[in-house]
């Protein structure tokens, strides 16, 4: 595939695990907070959701568990720290809803901080599904994958970085009875030892990832909370409009996760998922999620100018934060005017 651009290989890739429908379920652990925390812990899981579509794009069948979406309102005190909070559905409650026929089980392992919550929950996970293989990914799993197996036992794989290709590739190659090792942008266990498989290049065309599966999550538990990452301005659904970052904040977790590639959607296609949004969950804010957004100084005039022309009306903002090298008087007088 060396002589191939880069869609007709994710094209391939794809298509390949269409030999047969593996059933997924893929699991958003609860959250950790504190008594003492100020603030909004939660947010809807846009990470997972972009791997739930690729994965029903390429053929399978898929469940998921939000332990957060799905219990908004729960708190148990009791957890690793004094005054820790687990903020979510119990390990009991996922395990039961988790369907029993499932073939493989990822698990997202976001935050450094809630790793013993997740370490906890993929335990019970094990416990109860002794021969389906699990998997984790997220920023923490990527940045530590070799403690992360040392310390559960019970997870097989990590996906490293970027997972939306790497996930279809491994269930492609579980079904198949393939060589693991030749799955790129994996850590594995083999022979007793940890094996790290070769890095996998990131996906350059972002447009060619499908929109995030929202109907296997409860979004609606969301904007009927009005939770929202950043200012509350209503119902705020979370978007992604670019990924990666070319710079090297050492305070960053991008330089390991995504590495310094910054590649934007097309404006066209962002605004057009803002109106999809806004005709299907009658959302009126938007969180972009971008680890910076503003970097082409002719990628946000467009974007601004098309939701100007197209009299759009809608509230978004970077809650995240975003580089202020492209921000001017002429940028910020754009901002403001779309919305």
């Not at 007709?8 to 794809?14: C, E, F, G, K, S």
């Not at 009299?311 to 940028?331: H, M, N, V, Y």
Request: charged fraction near 20%; aromatic fraction near 8%.
């Amino acid at each position: 595939q060396s002589g191939l651009d880069l869609i007709t290989v994710n094209t391939v890739v794809l298509a390949s695990t269409k030999l047969k429908s593996v059933k997924i379920n893929l699991v958003r652990p609860p959250a950790f907070t504190t008594t003492l925390s100020l603030g909004e812990d939660s947010a809807a899981p846009i990470g997972i959701a972009y791997l739930a579509a690729c994965l029903l794009e390429s053929g399978h069948s898929v469940t998921a568990v939000d332990a957060l979406g799905e219990a908004l309102d729960k708190f148990t005190p009791g957890s690793h720290v004094p005054n820790g909070l687990r903020h979510g559905l119990l390990d009991e409650e996922i395990i039961d809803r988790i369907p029993a026929d499932t073939e493989l089980i990822g698990v997202s392992a976001m935050f450094s901080q809630q790793w013993p919550l997740d370490r906890e929950l993929i335990r019970s996970i094990r416990a109860a599904f002794p021969r389906t293989p699990i998997v984790i990914g997220g920023e923490h799993a990527t940045a530590l994958p070799d403690y992360c197996l040392m310390d559960s036992p019970g997870t097989d794989f990590i996906v490293l970085g970027e997972g939306e290709l790497t996930l279809v590739d491994l269930v492609s190659c579980i079904e198949t009875d393939g060589d693991l090792e030749e799955v790129n942008g994996l850590y594995l266990r083999r022979g007793g030892e940890l094996v790290r498989t070769e890095s996998r290049k990131r996906i350059r065309d972002i447009d060619v990832i499908p929109l995030p599966a929202w109907d296997l999550f409860p979004i609606e538990n969301y904007l009927d909370a009005e939770i929202t990452f950043g200012v509350n301005f209503g119902r705020a659904m979370p978007l992604l409009a670019s990924r990666g970052c070319p710079f090297q904040c050492t305070f960053c977790s991008n330089p390991v996760m995504y590495g310094p590639l910054w590649r934007a959607r097309s404006a066209q296609e962002v605004l057009q998922e803002i109106l999809l949004y806004q005709e299907k969950y009658n959302a009126t804010s938007f969180d972009f999620y971008d680890l910076t957004a503003i970097v082409k100084r002719s990628w946000i005039k467009e974007f601004c100018n098309l939701i100007i022309e197209n009299d759009a009306k809608f509230t978004w903002q970077l809650p995240t934060g975003t580089r202020s090298e492209a921000l001017d008087s002429e940028i910020t007088y754009l901002l403001n005017a779309a919305g």
